[in-house]
């Protein structure tokens, strides 16, 4: 552990975990990329590419304008591309990137892994706010 990030009780200095580098590189991408709904689409265009209303409905409840904004950050970091045919109207397919391919087999793992352990999570138990009085 570095002397730098704890204190002389052995804590951790606060913001310490964020400046370990193993750790701030994964940290930007789960909090910029792998959000709600980006591991979604990244799951939904693993087997080809789809139109937006395609991905869409392959989601499910997501809004109009969250799947934009969540396809414009993908496409931004590289992980998903975007085709415009010029038809009239123009015709957008995304599809992954190789880069977004890669990410297919983590994803995989941490869905593996959260299938493995549901029943062991009590906050999953309890429902999706966590309530501890039911």
């Known amino acids: 552990m570095n ?4 204190t002389g009780n052995g804590h951790l200095e606060e913001g ?13 991408v789960l909090q910029s990329v792998v959000d709600k709904w980006g591991p979604l689409v990244i799951c ?3 087997k080809g590419p789809k139109r937006y209303g ?4 392959a989601i499910g409840p997501v809004s109009p304008k969250m799947l934009t904004q969540t396809l414009r950050k993908l ?10 045919e010029p038809t009239t109207p123009p015709s957008v397919e995304y599809s992954l990137t ?3 391919e890669s990410l297919t087999g983590p994803l995989g ?10 029943s062991e999570i009590p906050a999953v138990r309890r429902g999706p706010m966590g309530d501890r009085s039911a």
């Not at 002397?3 to 704890?6: G, H, Q, V």
């Open 109 to 118: 793992d941490v869905f593996r892994w959260a299938e493995e352990h549901l």
């Open 75 to 84: 496409e931004a970091y590289g992980l998903v591309g975007r085709q415009v």
């Open 98 to 100: 190789s880069l977004g």
């Open 44 to 46: 939904a265009l693993r």
């Open 16 to 28: 310490a975990v964020f400046q370990d580098p193993w750790i701030a590189p994964g940290n930007e």
């Open 3 to 6: 002397k730098k990030a704890t």
């Open 54 to 57: 395609e991905l869409r409905r």
